[in-house]
């Protein structure tokens, strides 16, 4: 079989949320001690698939280095590196995207919802965006990919692809799987029934590692629950209550279960304190740790000029042997 190698990417379009944080990053970290080949992506390429003001973006890959540096991705044990920093991933996505069908992406649910909530129709590239996140996977002939419930499709998508041009071409491409996190989906503070996100509009619906305790503080004591003042773990009935405890276990290590357990006797307004005690308590290292880093543009420019180097090592030879499969 092909040797270990973990891929995944994360989008610089703003401060990682205590979703992102728990749902992913958390296990990205782990993951560098699993596994002896590990890169991580700021997907640049794929966040001007909309509309980015060009010196936010730029602001945003630094915040999404200091971020991912303070949460633990470690340079040393991982390859963390900016995407447009390696030309062979669009070059792989051109090649790609001559062997994927029209109707095999059409009915991704991301193009989907994405293309709808864009005021204009939706660009090319947001279309084939599945497309160059498959040749971000097979670009290292990657063998394990951590995602969330949202992009298993994606994932499918990469292994048809591989597997087709295997067919054509000869075995060449490993068969990536799928590591999913064990976490719980994380929901807006504000509709229990969303998920946290980054491009949440909604004021005090996402937690966002740069948080001040004040601001979390207050963003806990404004959660919508329900009119049961009773905590208990019931995400079908009670999605609101259900989130905090999703989350407060998710902090604590604790199962839901026994924070349930633990918070015998809180009504939901005192529990929502806790919540944000406990958060906070998770928070505020890494804040720190975001806030020293993020002062420092020229350590965090080095960090990816030196991952860039390191990834295109593995990128360059992938995509000349490909070239010569396909005959240029
Ligand atoms: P967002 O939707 O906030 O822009 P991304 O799509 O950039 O987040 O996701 C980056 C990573 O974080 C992915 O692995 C995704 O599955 C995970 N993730 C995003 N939102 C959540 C959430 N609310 N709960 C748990 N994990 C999440
Ligand atoms: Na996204």
């Not at 394990?144 to 499709?153: K, N």
Request: aromatic content about 6%; overall charge neutral.
């Amino acid at each position: 079989g092909a040797a270990p190698r973990v891929f995944s990417g994360i989008q610089p379009t703003g401060i990682p949320h205590l979703g992102n944080y728990l749902g992913a990053l958390q296990s990205w970290v782990k993951l560098q001690d699993e596994f002896s080949s590990v890169l991580y992506s700021i997907v640049d390429l794929h966040s001007i698939t909309v509309p980015q003001d060009p010196r936010s973006l730029r602001e945003s890959i630094l915040d999404m280095t200091a971020c991912l540096l303070a949460c633990g991705i470690d340079p040393e044990k991982s390859v963390l590196f900016q995407q447009s920093q390696v030309p062979e991933h669009a070059e792989l996505g051109w090649v790609l995207g001559c062997l994927t069908s029209m109707p095999r992406i059409r009915h991704l649910p991301q193009w989907k919802i994405k293309s709808q909530t864009q005021k204009s129709e939706g660009s090319v590239g947001l279309f084939t965006y599945p497309v160059l996140q498959t040749a971000d996977i097979l670009l290292y002939k990657s063998t394990h990919v951590p995602v969330g419930d949202d992009q298993l499709q994606h994932l499918e998508l990469t292994q048809d692809t591989a597997r087709i041009f295997n067919h054509r071409y000869g075995q060449f491409f490993p068969i990536p799987k799928t590591l999913t996190t064990t976490s719980k989906k994380i929901h807006s503070l504000r509709d229990p029934s969303a998920k946290m996100s980054k491009s949440d509009p909604q004021k005090l619906a996402t937690v966002r590692l740069t948080d001040s305790p004040d601001e979390i503080s207050l963003k806990f004591r404004k959660a919508v629950t329900d009119f049961t003042s009773e905590v208990t773990y019931d995400p079908e009935g009670r999605p609101g209550v259900s989130n905090l405890v999703a989350i407060h276990s998710a902090v604590t290590g604790l199962t839901p279960e026994d924070v349930v357990e633990q918070s015998r006797g809180l009504e939901t307004a005192q529990y929502k304190l806790v919540v944000a005690e406990a958060v906070i308590e998770k928070l505020t290292p890494i804040r720190g740790e975001i806030q020293r880093l993020r002062a420092d543009e020229g350590f965090l420019r080095v960090v990816l000029n030196q991952g860039a180097v390191r990834a295109r090592e593995v990128a360059a030879p992938v995509y000349d042997a490909v070239c010569r499969l396909v005959g240029f």
